[in-house]
């Protein structure tokens, strides 16, 4: 079986789930460039609550989890499968309850649309849990890292960069904040380095760090797939770019 890799994916706008851009076609490039996985699990910034799940169903439901977006929008399903017997296994591995009422929310089908346009890859979302420390995040990941010799893909859906209320809105293209390049260069040097412990500190960072990840729902998702990143193995950064000059676009592909 192939040893999959592990890879975190800047998500951004959910418009992108529709438009051709040069995010958009990376996302396809690195479908195309990589072996079909038996599954993908996948860890999104939109299902962060207080509680460690996974989902169980067999058709997880395509959810439209955003509003005061155009209707083509809303019209997008992902019918990927999922795969109960993973699920029940992530459970036991993972000390998480199954799920039969989320599915697939836009942080995973949003990227997903374009990896696996098919929608033929089986797909099991797990949980942000909100009540634990990045620590516990970073650890999860790291037992999510033993499928990767299974054929399965691990994948982060977030932003290292994620900051609404600075978001230019309406004004495309916008010049990065200062603080946005400087946050998103510390945790690429970081990540390059083979360097986490600060990236899982990340709150000790300062002030860039704070501006970059006010709330931690779409940081998270990274120290999942930093965990899963076996001894000596180098980082690509196949996707760069800032998004209305506060969400960081980059994807991050371990092996």
Request: aromatic letters at 10%; glycine letters at 8%.
């Given at each position: ?132 420390p990045a620590a516990y995040h970073y650890e999860i990941g790291r037992r999510l890292g033993e499928l990767r010799d299974d054929g399965i893909l691990i994948a982060g859906s ?62 998270l998702p990274l120290l999942y797939v930093l965990g899963a990143r076996r001894a000596g193995e ?22």
């Open positions: 079986m192939t040893t999959m890799p592990a890879i975190f994916f800047g998500h951004g706008n959910p418009m992108n789930a529709i438009e051709h851009n040069a995010y958009t076609d990376g996302w396809a490039a690195i479908g195309r460039s990589i072996p079909k996985p038996k599954a993908v699990v996948c860890v999104s910034a939109h299902w962060y609550l207080p509680g460690a799940l996974v989902t169980a169903m067999e058709k997880p439901r395509t959810i439209h989890d955003f509003g005061g977006f155009p209707r083509p929008l809303y019209e997008v399903t992902y019918p990927a499968p999922g795969d109960p017997a993973l699920a029940q296994r992530l459970a036991s591995h993972l000390g998480a309850e199954l799920d039969d009422r989320w599915g697939l929310d836009h942080g995973t089908w949003s990227v997903l649309v374009h990896v696996f346009p098919d929608a033929d890859v089986p797909v099991v979302q797990v949980s942000l849990d909100e009540t634990q977030g932003n290292i960069v994620h900051n609404l209320h600075a978001y230019a809105w309406g004004r495309h293209p916008a010049e990065p904040f200062d603080w946005a390049l400087r946050f998103e260069a510390k945790a690429r040097a970081l990540i390059e380095a083979g360097d986490h412990q600060p990236l899982v500190d990340y709150e000790s960072l300062g002030r860039d760090a704070a501006l970059s990840a006010p709330t931690p729902d779409h940081y180098k980082a690509a950064f196949p996707i760069e770019g800032i998004d209305g000059g506060s969400v960081s676009m980059l994807t991050v592909r371990l092996g």
